[in-house]
């Protein structure tokens, strides 16, 4: 079940409106989970900086449980999850943070219970 949160300070206008969904459906191929299971959040128009600089930037956080535990898997997922923000949001890849977060079954709640007994 993988949370997306993504943070943008580009205006509402210059993003594309169905972007969650792309976003989403990028996530569900990257990480290799059923769209179904992707959880996404984009909040456009923050204010944000990257690297003390807020030319247009996002920042990325990808949480999941299983897929984004190791240097490998996340070294590859990063350059996917680039590869698409620099393609739909015309960014360069300075412009971009990402970062992963391993979560374990007893830390999501869902139905009443804990994914650990689902």
């Known amino acids: 079940m993988p949370f997306l949160d993504l943070d943008t300070n580009i205006p509402q206008?210059?993003?594309p409106g169905d972007f969650?969904?792309?976003?989403c459906s990028a996530a569900a191929s990257i990480?290799?989970?059923?769209?179904?299971r992707v959880n996404v959040i984009v909040r456009r128009g923050a204010s944000?900086?990257?690297g003390g600089s807020s030319a247009p930037c996002v920042q990325l956080i990808i949480s999941s449980i299983g897929v984004v535990g190791t240097a490998?898997?996340?070294k590859e997922h990063s350059s996917k999850f680039f590869e698409f923000l620099t393609k739909e949001l015309r960014l360069t890849p300075?412009?971009?943070l990402l970062r992963f977060q391993p979560l374990e079954p007893w830390?999501?709640?869902k139905n009443g219970t804990v994914m650990t007994y689902l």
């Open 94 to 96: 300075d412009r971009i």
């Open 13 to 15: 206008q210059d993003i």
């Open 20 to 23: 969650a969904e792309k976003l």
């Open 72 to 74: 490998e898997q996340n």
């Open 48 to 50: 944000l900086l990257i």
């Open 107 to 109: 830390q999501i709640g």
């Open 31 to 36: 990480l290799g989970k059923p769209k179904e």
